[in-house]
């Protein structure tokens, strides 16, 4: 199967965004920005200009438009997922997109970034490599730090506020929110990157991408009316505090709820929860899901954590289209990941070990046709793989693969 399908070119060399096309994406973007009143402010960025690296937080695609608004009017090259490139190749690599496949080591990118800034341009990383799955901060590679040491240009963060409350990752149904905010900041000169050891370049980062979207809803009062405001949250809380069964959470209206026991919750217009009948075990929808991650952990370090049923796998080595491979089988176990099958292009076969992969990507009934989904990558090939039945969780597997890392390698920093 490998050798049937032209592979994407991961080592052409990034293109400077057209001239021609900079004031389309400028039309496209800046003024939904400005009518939906974002507050972008800086601090330490007077004199600030490319080239520089802009490290972003991810929890929608409004975070490019307000990215786009913050370095005006800069050129600048974006990191972007190989599925972004779906069917607009030609245009997503000519406004400057550079393709990546998620959590894989490519040496490539490497270069790629390294001639956008001899190019004088910005380069905007989401580092986090996916959309936040409640709107705190994802987990960040120790390569970031050794990476910003190496580039010998500015560092500088954009944190956006909110983003996850318009259109959580769950649920991608437009909230009508407002008081959205950024805040762009200078955390490093090339100066103080010389001096600067890449353990604290990566705390630096660490500390200055500590967010909450549901926690800084409340403080700012913001409510949020729509009737549907719940639906979908039960993708993230999988497992049920009050019984403690897993897969049985469901969601609907302004509420979740448990099917195993019947326990209900009502997430309220400032974003909090409010069990209908008896206790609160979580009033702040972050605590559940790290509740959630700490009986993964507890699996992890107990030896016992695994999961492993059927699946359907759909391909994608280029960005023409998707590839159905067919049903196989997906498990995840102590030793990582590992999905097999055979299909009309004959068989298939992918494995990540557990020591190596740091983190994971998954979707949410992807393109809202296709189901929920673990997105597995090569440098060569991503798998979309889509579990089959309702006794799986991927945001599970997520929590498991990072809980996994950082099993066999105790000495990283979380």
């Given at each position: 199967?490998?050798?049937?399908f032209?592979r994407?070119?991961m080592k052409?060399p990034p293109?400077r ?12 973007t800046?003024p939904?920005?400005i009518l939906?009143?974002t507050?972008i402010?800086?601090q330490?960025?007077?004199?600030l ?8 937080n991810?929890n ?7 990215a786009?608004?913050a ?12 599925d ?7 245009l997503?690599?000519?406004?400057g997109g550079?393709?990546k ?8 990118l490497?270069?790629?970034i390294?001639?956008?800034f001899?190019?004088?341009d910005v380069l905007i990383?989401?580092p986090?490599a996916r959309y936040?799955l409640?709107g705190?901060t994802?987990v960040l ?7 910003c ?5 500015p ?13 959580p990752?769950?649920n ?6 407002r008081?959205l905010?950024?805040?762009?900041k ?5 100066e103080q990157?010389?001096e600067?050891?890449?353990?604290e370049i990566?705390?630096t980062?660490?500390?200055?991408f500590?967010?909450?979207d549901?926690?800084?809803q409340k ?12 639906e ?5 809380l ?24 019947g326990?209900?919750?009502?997430m ?6 409010e069990?209908?009948s008896?206790e609160t ?12 991650r700490?009986?993964?952990r507890?699996e992890?370090?107990e ?7 059927p699946?359907h ?11 159905p491979?067919?049903d196989?089988?997906?498990t ?13 292009y004959?068989?298939?076969e992918?494995k990540?070990?557990?020591r190596?992969?740091?983190s994971c990507?998954?979707?949410y009934n992807?393109?809202g046709?296709?189901g929920?989904?673990v997105?597995l990558?090569?440098?060569?090939d991503?798998f ?6 309702e006794?799986f969780?991927v945001?599970?597997m997520a929590?498991?693969?990072e809980?996994l890392?950082y099993h066999?390698h105790?000495?990283k920093?979380r």
């Amino acid at each position: 199967m490998a050798d049937q399908f032209k592979r994407f070119d991961m080592k052409a060399p990034p293109v400077r965004q057209r001239n021609y096309l900079r004031p389309l994406l400028w039309a496209l973007t800046i003024p939904n920005v400005i009518l939906k009143g974002t507050k972008i402010t800086k601090q330490g960025c007077d004199g600030l200009k490319p080239p520089y690296l802009l490290l972003c937080n991810h929890n929608a695609f409004y975070d490019f438009s307000v990215a786009t608004k913050a370095i005006f009017p800069a050129r600048a090259n974006y990191v972007v997922a190989i599925d972004g490139f779906i069917g607009r190749e030609w245009l997503l690599r000519n406004v400057g997109g550079i393709c990546k496949r998620k959590f894989t080591n490519d040496i490539q990118l490497i270069r790629q970034i390294r001639q956008v800034f001899k190019n004088g341009d910005v380069l905007i990383l989401y580092p986090e490599a996916r959309y936040s799955l409640c709107g705190t901060t994802a987990v960040l590679p120790d390569s970031l730090g050794k990476l910003c040491r190496s580039m010998g240009v500015p560092v500088v963060t954009l944190i956006c506020h909110g983003h996850h409350l318009q259109s959580p990752f769950w649920n991608l149904k437009k909230r009508k929110v407002r008081g959205l905010c950024a805040e762009m900041k200078l955390l490093y000169t090339p100066e103080q990157l010389k001096e600067t050891p890449v353990d604290e370049i990566n705390r630096t980062i660490r500390e200055a991408f500590v967010y909450d979207d549901f926690a800084w809803q409340k403080e700012n009062g913001i409510r949020i009316t729509e009737k549907f405001r719940a639906e979908g949250l039960h993708r993230v809380l999988y497992q049920c505090p009050a019984c403690g069964r897993e897969y049985r959470m469901a969601s609907a209206g302004t509420e979740i709820f448990c099917k195993a026991c019947g326990k209900r919750w009502q997430m309220t217009e400032l974003g909090t929860l409010e069990a209908v009948s008896g206790e609160t075990e979580f009033s702040h929808i972050p605590d559940w899901y790290e509740w959630q991650r700490a009986n993964v952990r507890r699996e992890v370090e107990e030896g016992t954590y695994f999961w492993s049923g059927p699946c359907h796998v759909n391909s994608l080595p280029n960005a023409r289209r998707y590839i159905p491979l067919g049903d196989g089988v997906l498990t995840h176990s102590m030793e990582g990941f590992e999905v097999h099958g055979e299909g009309s292009y004959g068989p298939y076969e992918m494995k990540l070990s557990a020591r190596e992969l740091y983190s994971c990507h998954i979707e949410y009934n992807y393109l809202g046709k296709f189901g929920d989904c673990v997105d597995l990558n090569t440098l060569q090939d991503t798998f979309y793989t889509y579990p089959h039945g309702e006794d799986f969780s991927v945001t599970k597997m997520a929590l498991a693969t990072e809980e996994l890392y950082y099993h066999y390698h105790p000495e990283k920093i979380r």
